[in-house]
């Protein structure tokens, strides 16, 4: 393999893939045995995967610049193309729900291999790959008006990172002058979002009723797979969150008005925990791999091994650049069983949460596919997969000395503290999204509306100090997930609560703990989300008593780390 920057991009013929998968329809339904059967899906499936990596290169460096118009062209082909050949595929899959040899798939492969197959017979409908174009063109409208939205402040032209770390500024005025031009920044492009936003909501409502779904959240909850639970488990769920972690968070809040001061608690003071700064990572972007490589050869022999591949072929791309899509994510290189990270480092603690939040994917990704046969068993649904990220952040805590030197304490207070208060907000984001495709002819205004109500019921804190846009509920707008990954937010609370079992266990026991942890992460996608919590030892946070016990163990730890300080 080469470092990720040399590795040529060459666009795949999609015409011959086509064909190709035309052949293999054929040779699954054909087949004389099982040993011939599975012979045939492998074949495919390493063809798949070369096809798929010059996707993903695509992807990554259309995302690392939004402005690059060769690689804007490339996303819009498989765009195009894909859906239509998604659907050839769905055809191999259903003759192998129908061959005499699906027991010995089974067998092979697991009950959840065949559980997922058979799910996605009821979305391989050619009738939904013209609104499936429609929608991955509006994903990537999406992105490219959020990447190049920019504003001036204090002389400089700065994009939504480039104003976070002024927003954690011991300056109140300028923690609330960064946070008015932050606001102003999406009223700006409040119309272009709330228009494609529109367009989403009614073309996704549109292929739920193709299908014959109630509505596009019945679809959604299918699509993600969620077969171990359902909207009534989740809506118990953010009761929990508000009856045991929504007072907490308030109660904490106010510890931290106290700390800093303050009369009264604003938006803009809620990322400021300590009155003399923040934590910040001491380092370049260099320097905080090279600490991280040392890190993650002391963790475990298996990280060890993981972290130097990623550092020898360069497979990061971290700093925050204009053009560059905001946020964070990690993806794969299917051919070379290879991560690939990416981030906008913005010089604040959030650095190195999103760097081992995502190296926790990619570690999972990079054991699993060399363990496991087949790409589809390599990750599980998301669910799973952010256990995999948040318990990372949580093992790497015993070197965060490295990092943060003297100021280590404040980092492991603000970071446990932040991994808690953030759960009310995660619900915010799933129950807008019910509230939205639940009643999809709302207006731009009546959605505002909703999150406001939403907001202060989850987090009755908040408060916008009479910001016009953000009082009336324009925060929505800055959660990606809602125009790219509809209902994706919900796994990331429901993995918090067992993340925070990883870290208590690992406070009592931290080999057990990591030894349950790489299980999880050898198992990939090869069982099913409780089965998956039974392989790890954690507790089903749907279960009423689960958020409760670990929300009180970490708030007593949080109360503990603030004595020390």
Not at 171 to 188: G, I, M, N, T
Not at 380 to 400: R, V
Not at 418 to 432: H, K, Q, R, T
Not at 476 to 491: A, L, N, T, V
């Amino acid at each position: 393999m080469q470092k990720f920057s040399e590795i040529p991009y060459i666009r795949p013929d999609l015409d011959a893939y086509k064909h190709k998968a035309l052949q293999h329809v054929e040779n699954v339904k054909n087949a004389k045995s099982w040993e011939e059967l599975k012979s045939a899906w492998l074949s495919h499936a390493e063809v798949r995967k070369e096809v798929m990596t010059m996707r993903s290169i695509a992807s990554i460096r259309n995302s690392v610049d939004t402005t690059d118009a060769f690689y804007d062209e490339e996303i819009s082909y498989f765009n195009r193309t894909m859906p239509a050949i998604s659907l050839i595929e769905k055809q191999a899959e259903k003759a192998l729900l129908s061959s005499p040899f699906v027991e010995d798939a089974r067998k092979e492969y697991g009950d959840i291999f065949i559980k997922n197959m058979e799910n996605g017979q009821r979305f391989a409908d050619e009738r939904l790959v013209p609104l499936q174009i429609r929608e991955s063109e509006l994903v990537k409208r999406y992105s490219k008006c959020s990447a190049t939205a920019a504003i001036e402040f204090n002389g400089e032209k700065c994009n939504f990172y480039g104003l976070l770390k002024n927003m954690e500024s011991t300056d109140r005025a300028l923690r609330k002058a960064a946070f008015e031009k932050w606001s102003e920044l999406y009223a700006s492009i409040a119309p272009e979002l709330d228009a494609i936003y529109d367009e989403m909501v009614a073309l996704r409502t549109e292929m739920a009723h193709t299908l014959g779904f109630n509505s596009y959240t019945d679809m959604a909850y299918l699509q993600r797979r969620r077969f171990d639970y359902t909207e009534k488990d989740v809506k118990k769920f953010h009761e929990q969150v508000k009856q045991y972690v929504t007072p907490a968070c308030s109660r904490l809040y106010d510890i931290q008005r106290q700390r800093l001061g303050l009369d009264h608690l604003y938006k803009y003071d809620e990322s400021l925990v300590f009155a003399n700064g923040n934590a910040d990572p001491e380092g370049t972007k260099d320097e905080l791999i090279a600490k991280a490589q040392e890190m993650y050869r002391e963790l475990s022999p298996e990280t060890a091994e993981f972290f130097d591949f990623m550092v020898e072929y360069d497979l990061f791309d971290l700093e925050s650049k204009p053009g560059k899509r905001p946020g964070g994510y990690c993806t794969s290189l299917p051919a070379y069983k290879a991560p690939f990270i990416f981030s906008n480092f913005n010089g604040t603690a959030a650095d190195m949460g999103v760097l081992t939040h995502e190296a926790g994917h990619a570690f999972e990704g990079y054991v699993a596919s060399r363990l496991l046969p087949l790409q589809e068993l390599g990750h599980s649904t998301s669910e799973i997969n952010e256990i995999h990220s948040m318990a990372m952040e949580h093992f790497t805590y015993p070197w965060m000395e490295m990092f943060f030197g003297e100021k280590t304490p404040m980092y492991l207070y603000d970071h446990l503290w932040g991994a808690l208060n953030v759960i009310p907000y995660m619900c915010c984001v799933d129950e807008f999204q019910h509230r939205v495709y639940n009643n999809p002819q709302m207006t731009a205004m009546e959605r505002r509306q909703a999150w406001r109500e939403i907001e202060q019921e989850f987090m009755p804190w908040r408060d916008y100090d009479g910001n016009e846009f953000l009082c009336q509920g324009g925060f929505w707008m800055q959660k990606q997930h809602i125009f790219m990954y509809p209902f994706y937010y919900i796994e990331y609370a429901l993995a918090q609560v067992c993340a925070f079992q990883f870290y208590l266990h690992m406070v009592e026991d931290q080999p057990a703990a990591w030894a349950d942890y790489l299980r999880l992460c050898k198992a990939g996608g090869s069982l099913g989300y409780f089965d998956l919590l039974k392989l790890a030892n954690l507790e089903n946070p749907f279960e009423f008593g689960t958020v409760e016990k670990a929300v009180n163990a970490v708030v007593n730890r949080i109360d503990e780390l603030e004595k020390m300080l």
